[in-house]
Every structure is written in C-alpha cells, then in structure tokens.
C-alpha cells in the first residue's frame, strides 16, 4: 500500500439501518469521509455449498491508507454477517480538492 491515498472499501448490508448503522460509525469516528449507499444492490453468490441471491445495500466507503486496518476492523464487529464484503481498490487519480477533503475528514483529531 503507497502512502498518502484514497481508498475505496466495498461492502454490503443486508438492510438500510445496518447499512446506517455501520455509516454513521464510520464517519463519527473519522474513519471515512463519506459512505456513499446504494440500496437494492442484487447480489448472487456461492454460500454454504449453494448458489444464493439477495437483496442488499451497496456500501462505498471513502477512507484513506491509514484509516483503512481500522475502517475494516470496525466495518466487521459492527456488520450482521458472519462473513462480510470487505474489499478495498486504492484510487490511482481523483480530483485534487476531493482527495484533500477525504485525508482532512479522515484525519484523527489531536
């Protein structure tokens, strides 16, 4: 991981208060700058042997390199799944000022 930059971290909520709940933690804690929720995500996957299908809410968390241990951490002791999608891809471009305002928000507070 290449210091100093923007992560998208990906997961899924089975419903919008988890989805809200895990957001709203993300963000009073400084581990994300915004969570961006999309809900009625249709998500097909293996599980237990079986090919199953679900409803969910997409979740795209915006954090930056040294928040993300922690975002993914906190992502899973507040998730409802036993296993849930946590997959981060690190931005190679974004707007300057965006990028600025994600490591500012993401900053912890001294």
Known sequence: ??????????????????????AQALLDERLAACVTQLP??????RWNGAI???????LLIKTWDDC??????R?????PYELPEAVA?????????????VRAETRKEF
């Open 1 to 22: 991981m290449s210091a100093s930059s923007l992560h998208l971290l990906f997961s899924t909520c089975p419903d919008a208060d988890s989805a809200d709940r895990i």
């Open 40 to 45: 009625g995500a249709q998500s097909l996957y």
């Open 52 to 58: 199953e299908r679900s409803t969910e809410v997409q």
């Open 68 to 73: 993300l241990p922690d975002a993914i951490a």
């Open 75 to 79: 992502l899973q002791a507040l998730h």
């Open 89 to 101: 891809v690190q931005a190679s471009a974004g707007l300057p000022a965006y990028l600025d305002w």
